[in-house]
């Protein structure tokens, strides 16, 4: 059977019960929502802090530099031409006939008069023999014409003395006028003669000449270069000299020629150094001067070209005529000069102009970023586009693009020459813009 606990006198009978929950006592501050719900939103803004942070410095601009340079700029300009000796002479024949013998062939060193080949000399001999007659028989008509003259003036002065003794009686005068015709068609009879000797000597020293032609002899000093004749052909010289060697004075001195084209034309002069390799020997640069630049131009396939003459030394004979060289010539030079790429000269930064719009590039939402905008005044100028009137680049200084006003001097295509006072060696100029990355 069950019996009742006692209770203490003046107490409620649920008194221990709340002492024991603890009820009615404070409550520990980190039991507390309020705290809870402050330091999620302490934190919540931290996280957005940073990643507003992080987008601006994601938005910033970055730049590719490279350091001003001091140095050395060469300006060149490329032709190409072909290798010819200095002095190249075509032998030839004037006379036809058959040719009897050939004594030179290619690459022999000759000697000015030395015969290279003859011709059948047969006919030749024949015709001086003929001539040697002729002028024979012309120098003995002289004789008999000068015995005719001789005869006749005796006759004349025969006649005078007989009439000056019969005192004008005999002869008649028609008597005498004959005897001084006769006289005078005999002094026209020698002077004929003598003239017919004159003519006869005449043909002999044309054959004797043509017979001196039938040998071909050299007229320089040189090297063969072509022979175009074999002992046995015939040669027809009727129309036009017909070649039949080819010499080259020295190769020890050379000719380049080249062809500049208009655009380059105006940097080449007389003087300039130049260096050009030919195919044989691809690894070598041989050194050369320009002596000349023609005036007249030369078009082909629409192309306007003119020739330029370049001095070669070849002492060693590894050139040959013919051969084809790409020279490139020496325009101007510069000696320790600030140099800058020519990306540096066509750089305009994106912000140039329009700093308010470069700052808040990226801001505004997607919304913003979808919408289209006006094209900048300030845009960047690609590569391609003109350096002529280019008078300012962009350094970075303090991670901030600064303007530099400049003097642009020769450009290689690839540097540039700088004058500016406010430049200096080191100096990082900005050759692009890269993107930022969202």
Do not use: C
């Amino acid at each position: 059977m069950s019996r009742a606990l006692p209770t203490p006198t003046g107490s409620p009978a649920g008194g221990t019960i709340d002492e024991l929950l603890g009820a009615g006592s404070a409550r520990r501050w980190w039991h507390r929502p309020v705290w809870w719900a402050a330091a999620a939103a302490l934190l919540a803004v931290l996280a957005g802090f940073a990643w507003w942070q992080g987008q601006r410095r994601s938005d910033a601009p970055h730049y590719l530099t490279e350091p001003v340079a001091r140095g050395d700029l060469s300006v060149s300009v490329t032709a190409n031409g072909t290798l010819q000796p200095t002095r190249a002479v075509n032998v030839g024949s004037e006379l036809s006939g058959t040719v009897a013998r050939v004594l030179a062939d290619i690459n022999d060193r000759v000697k000015k008069g030395q015969v290279l080949a003859e011709l059948d000399t047969a006919k030749l001999r024949d015709q001086i023999a003929r001539s040697r007659a002729a002028l024979a028989s012309s120098e003995a008509r002289v004789v008999q014409a000068a015995a005719t003259v001789k005869e006749a003036r005796s006759n004349l002065a025969r006649l005078q003395e007989v009439q000056r003794l019969s005192g004008g009686k005999v002869p008649s005068p028609a008597e005498l006028d004959t005897a001084q015709a006769a006289l005078d068609r005999a002094l026209a009879d020698e002077s004929a003669t003598r003239a017919s000797v004159a003519d006869a000597r005449a043909a002999l020293s044309s054959d004797e000449t043509s017979l001196r032609k039938a040998s071909i002899r050299s007229p320089i000093d040189g090297v063969v270069l072509t022979r175009a004749v074999d002992p046995g052909n015939a040669v027809a010289a009727s129309l036009q000299a017909v070649t039949l060697f080819t010499l080259a004075e020295d190769l020890t001195k050379m000719n380049l020629q080249v062809n500049v084209d208009e655009a380059d034309v105006g940097k080449v002069r007389d003087g300039q150094g130049a260096t050009f390799t030919v195919s044989a020997y691809p690894n070598r640069k041989y050194p050369a001067k320009i002596v000349r630049v023609g005036y007249g131009a030369t078009t082909k396939d629409n192309v306007v070209t003119y020739l330029a003459e370049l001095e070669v030394a070849n002492t060693d004979l590894s050139l040959r005529p013919g051969m084809t060289a790409t020279a490139t010539i020496t325009a101007t030079e510069r000696r320790g000069v600030l140099l800058v790429p020519n990306a540096a000269l066509r750089f305009t930064p994106a912000a140039a102009g329009n700093g308010a719009a470069a700052a808040g590039g990226n801001s505004g939402g997607l919304v913003s970023k979808m919408m289209p905008r006006m094209p900048r005044s300030g845009a960047q100028r690609r590569a391609g586009t003109t350096t002529a009137n280019v008078r300012e680049i962009w350094v970075l200084r303090d991670a901030a693009p600064v303007a530099v006003p400049v003097t642009p001097g020769v450009s290689d295509g690839r540097r540039t020459e700088v004058e500016s006072p406010d430049l200096r060696e080191g100096d990082a100029v900005i050759t692009d813009q890269v993107a930022s990355t969202p």
